[in-house]
């Protein structure tokens, strides 16, 4: 009967968590401008690879507090602990959840990687 309750536990557990992060990824990436925004300013290069620095800052930041005192407090609140592989398969699902959600940084590291490389000898024009 224990285990029938642990895994109630752990699909409550995941949940929360995973209609919590679908909640704040898509607010984080409304926090920062589309490409297309960028283009219709005319932004550098540099100004779209520091958004892409700033954004991706902001999301390992988010990230750390989640997995430091959000996942904490539910395992806290539901009795559980998160071990083993139930733990890395959480952190799999955290990371593909807020960096797969985030269209305005995806779309802004394509651009740079492939459709207009940054190069070090674009700096200064």
């Given at each position: 009967?224990?285990?029938?309750l ?12 995973i ?8 607010f ?10 960028d ?8 100004q ?16 750390y507090?989640?997995?430091?005192y ?7 609140l ?16 955290s990371?593909?959840?807020?960096v ?5 940084l ?14 070090f000898?674009?700096?200064y024009?």
């Open positions: 009967m224990k285990i029938h642990d895994i109630f536990k752990l699909i409550i557990f995941t949940i929360i968590y209609v919590i992060l679908l909640t704040i990824s898509p984080i990436d409304h926090l920062f401008t589309s490409l297309k925004e283009e219709d300013k005319k932004e550098s290069n540099i779209i690879l520091f958004e892409i620095i700033s954004h991706s800052i902001l999301l390992v930041v988010l990230w507090l989640s997995d430091r959000f996942r904490r407090y539910l395992e806290h539901l009795d559980i602990k998160m071990e083993g592989i139930t733990e890395t398969a959480m952190e799999v699902i990371g593909i959840i807020l797969g959600l985030q269209r305005n995806i779309q802004k590291l394509e651009y740079i990687t492939y459709e207009h490389p940054f190069r000898v674009n700096l024009s």
